[in-house]
């Protein structure tokens, strides 16, 4: 872990509430990064630091996406290019990508996306085929599809309203089906996508109110429909629960957990839960856990 000082090189609105941030340092990172490792960011004015996934890095950059969910955040969106923030990073323990077999199912929810995004990243470097889904409340909120899809990753979107893609939670499309079925199957007028991610469409490929809901919900259109060979999570802990609930006991997964934190960095044990084997400190031991030690 280092303590640097970064400059803000890009601050922009990406959604409703959402922004990214690219912070830029002069020398190379001296530590590698990992995939759901975090940041830790001393903004003006405010004791505690706020603890935000790195979504994107190279050598001189890191990406972060986050929603305004308070003062910090409401102040962090207010900075301007060439502001300076002290930073601890990299932090926590990211995920093991070693894991997740031929074709990972990477499910985010809200805050929880950016870390997918470089996850899904990473995967694809490793020569794996990522499937994306991806949660929010509304259409408005929806970012970083065009991302994914930039990577050749198509993703499925769900909104809690439906106002885009699936109605409701990233587990109603699980729910829909997307363990099980063949792209062959598909009733959907799209040919990529699959029947997986449409279940719960009329048969001519419409919602309920005739609106084609399929667009949204497109995968890579060729072996989309696979059955996924592990899961990797990030989002609410109502969302991690019901994940926990819907997949197969079986398969194995990854969650990372926002708990609130006070250091960071593993020294107060403000942070620290039970597990399956004994207490961690989801900032130091997480805030990736392996599905099997989660003690819901
Ligand atoms: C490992 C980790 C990764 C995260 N990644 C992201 C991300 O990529 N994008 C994003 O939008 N948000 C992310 N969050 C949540 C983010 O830290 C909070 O939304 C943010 O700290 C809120 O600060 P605030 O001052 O705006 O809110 P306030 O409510 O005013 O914050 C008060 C205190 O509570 C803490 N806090 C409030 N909400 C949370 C929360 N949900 N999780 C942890 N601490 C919280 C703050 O850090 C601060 O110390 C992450 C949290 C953790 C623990
Ligand atoms: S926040 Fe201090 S030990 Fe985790």
Redesign the pocket.
Same mark, same amino acid.
């Given at each position: 872990m280092q303590d640097i000082t970064l400059e803000v090189r890009n601050n922009r609105k990406l959604a409703d509430q959402t922004y990214e941030m690219v912070l830029h340092d002069m020398d190379r990172f001296p530590e590698t990064i990992r995939p759901g490792q975090?940041i830790n960011l001393k903004l003006d004015g405010y004791y505690?630091r706020?603890?935000?996934?790195i979504?994107d890095w190279t050598e001189h950059t890191v990406t972060?996406?986050?929603?305004? @969910?308070?003062?910090?955040?409401?102040a962090m969106s207010q900075y301007e290019t060439g502001k300076t923030i002290s930073v601890l990073m990299p932090l926590?323990n990211g995920f093991n990508t070693g894991k997740s077999g031929e074709r990972p199912l990477l499910a985010g929810g809200g @805050?929880g996306v950016?870390?997918m995004y470089g996850l899904c990243k990473e995967l694809l470097a490793e020569g794996k085929k990522p499937i994306a889904l991806l949660g929010f409340n509304s259409a408005e909120e929806i970012f970083y599809a065009d991302a994914f899809r930039a990577l050749g990753v198509r993703p499925v979107i769900t909104t809690a309203d439906g106002s885009r893609g699936i109605k409701g939670f990233v587990t109603d499309a699980l729910r829909a089906g997307i363990l099980h079925t063949t792209a062959a199957e598909s009733p959907c007028p799209e040919p990529t996508v699959s029947r997986s991610f449409c279940a719960g469409v009329k048969a001519d490929g419409k919602g309920a109110a005739g609106e084609p809901i399929c667009a949204e919900s497109e995968t890579d259109g060729n072996d989309a429909a696979l059955p996924f060979t592990y899961f990797y999570a990030c989002g609410p802990i109502s969302m991690l629960r019901a994940l926990n609930e819907a997949i197969d006991s079986r398969m194995g997964g990854q969650m990372s957990f926002?708990?609130?934190?006070g250091c960071g960095f593993g020294a107060c044990m403000g942070c620290t839960c039970k597990t399956k084997y004994g207490a961690k400190r989801i900032c130091k031991e997480g805030?990736v856990l392996e599905r099997s030690e989660i003690s819901w």
């Open positions: 975090f505690l706020r603890p935000i996934s979504c972060i996406v986050y929603k305004i @969910a308070g003062r910090g955040t409401e926590g @805050a950016p870390p926002e708990q609130r934190m805030p």
